[in-house]
């Protein structure tokens, strides 16, 4: 069995985010049929369409037409989940919001994930990253060389969404094992844009700066070698930075460069244009340096490692030849993922009987998951922030952490972002007495997550094999860079060795020279799936009473949250290129400057496109939205908005139909009364910094409602409590605070 078969789900959305939650749902398991109106999904067209809606039947209805919605409303009679996508007008003129179906259907979970917030002006506007982006401050987040916003190639908020919104159905579903009653789950786009690129604001910290596209730190930076090919070091924490140094035989310059950036960087440079990527690689690989090269994203796709990983599908379509696609991100030992088909055509609805009305339970104060309890050994970020997305779900999650500490914890305001809600508790593992006390608490746990190198685990005796011993029922959720099959798998790894590896940096980059995204892709990803994935085998458990091991990657996630430039057929389109500061991928997809700011266009029909003309009074020529970004309507754009004032302009632009909004820097979004209204962000206060601005949730429930209940803690901040909680006598925590195997 998989971890949600027998679920149904009636999908009801388009595009991108909503046909990928629900595929991430599919995969294990769910039956779902997807009703797209006459014509077809807008996005039928596009390669990821076979990703998104795969392992899913396709039906047609007019959902406008009497007939039509009388069909729809039998299929979301019989179902478990409805997913709708709709901008907030449609969602109220179609009657489909969560209240009204949840009194009709009382063991629903009506999903809904608006492409912006849930209220207000923005939020209806059609599905375009470019725009969400804009709307939230991400393009002036991004490395430039100039003080202009970036246009990211990858739609990271919209795979940020889908991947949210997998887990909250997912909580929902769980929840109401227990209560027997369904509710309504809401995942926006702005709780996409929070979870990828957070949005945190602590005064009494230095704010954080604007990075550069190659990265500015010289441990953590993309260098250029002799062949003209680039890699990446990512030796962010220091003992890897020493054994570069140690590599390159500088071993006596280590201490002198090390918080001489501007030096070590020059030196780097240099030495590293002086002998080919592949002999750099080599060496560096010999001492243990994590570096990886850039590499294209089809080739990343075709690679051995990526085969090897067994991350790559492949099947015979009647129209295209052979498809190839990535696998499911995570692999589960006892309800595993499978893609069994591309998307079905059916002429008939199935016959799903209603389902009846389940004797209601209890519901418990917090979050879907109040109740479920988490030791997490995870660190940096995708660890870490995994079990923070499960805190804010509800989960009581215990961050736990050597006396060395989370090395993220000198990053300032991006630590207290990764880390907010949960509890910390100090243990040195490499004591016994520590590893005692740990795998007692595990016995009583639902969660284990770490993302230790390979073999480390088994090391310290904290395998699944041995947690399992002590407790079937516990789900073991395991993380590394590389897989844990094939050459790479022993290999440390970080977040922008994978964006190069995986081809991201060279999208980005386009024509030009690579560039590092500031948004650590991989990391925010793999901390997403990995929430899903344990709401999946949460979700399983329920069902068999046993728990499982799941696996995840940041190679996973570096083909998922590229899924649509993975998916490979015989004459499919060019994916799109970025650039230098690149500004758009088109002339009318582009971010433009005016007098006072920037504006964004995002138009993706004709009429958009007639629109802009009207608006601006500039001749668009024959095949408008097939202008290149720097050709000569881009030009004639630019000389038409330069004189602008940049609010006025997105005004005449509404008004005439086009897809448009304002590009925010950072500051001027975290103050808007828009993002305010939709709940973005939320103020906190730190106990020993202060104030804070951070995001406020990753999904919003009707019955249990989810948060942030606890502020970032400190290195051991709860040792006592803690262990006190999970039943350790008191004499014995004393006797471990004698040697450091507590602290805190």
């Known amino acids: 069995m998989s971890a949600y078969q027998g679920v149904r789900i009636v999908d009801f959305s388009r595009g991108m985010v909503g046909p990928m939650a629900v595929m991430l749902l599919a995969d294990l398991g769910a039956e779902v049929v997807k009703v797209e109106p006459p014509g077809g999904d807008p996005a039928r067209d596009h390669p990821g369409y076979l990703a998104w809606n795969r392992n899913k039947q396709v039906l047609t209805l007019d959902i406008d037409t009497d007939g039509g919605r009388a069909e729809a409303d039998a299929l979301i009679a019989g179902a478990d989940v409805a997913v709708f996508d709709f901008a907030p007008s449609r969602m109220a003129a179609l009657r489909l919001e969560g209240g009204t179906l949840c009194a009709a259907h009382p063991g629903l979970v009506p999903a809904w994930l608006p492409p ?118 990512g030796t962010l924490f220091t003992n890897f930075y020493r054994k570069a140094f140690e590599a390159l035989e500088l071993g006596d310059l280590f201490d002198a460069l090390e918080l001489d950036m501007v030096g070590a960087r020059e030196l780097l440079m240099g030495i590293f244009e002086t002998r080919t990527r592949a002999e750099w690689l080599e060496l560096l690989a010999a001492h243990d340096v994590p570096a990886g090269p850039v590499r294209r994203g089809e080739d990343w796709m075709a690679s051995p490692i990526v085969a090897e990983a067994k991350m790559r599908l492949e099947f015979t379509d009647p129209d295209r030849g052979k498809v190839v696609m990535p696998a499911p991100p995570a692999r589960f030992s006892a309800t595993p993922a499978r893609v069994t088909s591309l998307p079905r055509r059916i002429e008939a ?19 879907p998951l109040a109740g479920v309890k988490v030791l997490n050994l995870g660190t940096v970020i995708a660890g870490a922030y995994a079990g923070t997305i499960l805190a804010n779900l509800g989960a009581d999650v215990i961050k736990i952490e050597g006396p060395e500490a989370d090395p993220f914890r000198a990053d300032g305001a991006q630590f207290l972002a990764y880390n907010r809600g949960v509890r910390a508790l100090g243990l040195d593992l490499k004591q016994p007495e520590a590893r005692g006390l740990f795998l007692d608490m595990a016995r009583t746990a639902d969660v284990v997550i770490d993302n230790y190198r390979l073999g480390v685990r088994e090391r310290l005796g904290i395998d699944y094999a041995a947690l399992k011993a002590l407790n079937p029922r516990l789900i073991s959720c395991s993380i590394n860079a590389y897989g844990d099959s094939g050459p790479l798998a022993a290999r440390p790894g970080f977040d922008p060795l994978l964006q190069a590896e ?112 009207r608006a601006l009074g500039v001749a668009l020529g024959a095949a408008p939205l097939s202008e290149s970004r720097d050709g000569p309507l881009a030009q004639a754009l630019e000389a038409a908005l330069a004189g602008r004032a940049r609010d006025v302009t997105v005004e005449a632009l509404i008004a005439q139909g086009v897809p448009a909004a304002p590009v925010r820097r950072f500051d001027e979004a975290l103050e808007d009364p828009w993002l305010k209204s939709n709940g973005m962000t939320a103020p906190w206060v730190h106990p020993r910094l202060g104030p804070a601005v951070s995001a406020r949730a990753y999904a919003d429930f009707s019955a249990t409602p989810s948060g942030f209940t606890r502020p970032t803690p400190d290195l051991g901040e709860h040792s006592d409590k803690v262990l006190a909680d999970y039943g350790i006598e008191a004499d014995r925590v004393a006797k471990a605070r004698t040697t450091g195997a507590v602290f805190g």
């Open 116 to 233: 912006y917030g849930t209220e207000g002006r923005w939020s209806e506007l059609p599905a375009r990253h470019s725009l969400l982006a804009a709307l939230v401050g991400m393009p002036f987040r991004q490395g430039a060389w100039t003080d202009q916003p970036v246009h990211m190639v990858l739609p990271i908020a919209h795979s940020a969404q889908a991947v949210l919104g997998a887990a909250a159905i997912g909580s929902a579903l769980h929840e109401r094992a227990r209560s027997g009653r369904g509710q309504a789950v809401t995942v926006s786009g702005l709780n996409g844009a929070a979870e990828c690129a957070p949005p945190i604001r602590v005064p009494s910290l230095d704010p954080i700066p604007r990075g550069i596209p190659p990265g500015a730190n010289p441990r953590y930076r993309l260098y250029r070698c002799l062949d003209g090919e680039w890699f990446f070091l």
């Open 349 to 367: 609805a199935p016959s799903w009987t209603s389902r009846p009305n389940a004797t209601a339970g209890e519901r418990r104060a917090g979050g």
């Open 502 to 613: 995986g081809g991201m940096m060279a999208a980005q980059g386009g024509d030009d020279d690579p560039i590092l995204y500031t948004i650590a892709v991989n990391d925010v990803a793999t901390a997403s799936v990995v929430a899903a994935s344990v709401v999946a085998a949460l979700n399983a458990r329920d069902r068999t009473g046993e728990g499982q091991e799941v696996v995840s990657s940041l190679l996973a996630q570096s083909l998922l949250f590229q899924l649509d430039r993975m998916v490979d057929y015989p004459g499919r389109p060019f994916n799109p290129k970025g650039g230098r500061d690149c500004l758009g991928i088109s002339a009318l997809t582009r971010y433009y400057a005016c007098a006072d700011g920037w504006v964004a266009l995002a138009c993706e029909t004709d009429q958009e496109a007639l629109g802009v003309g």
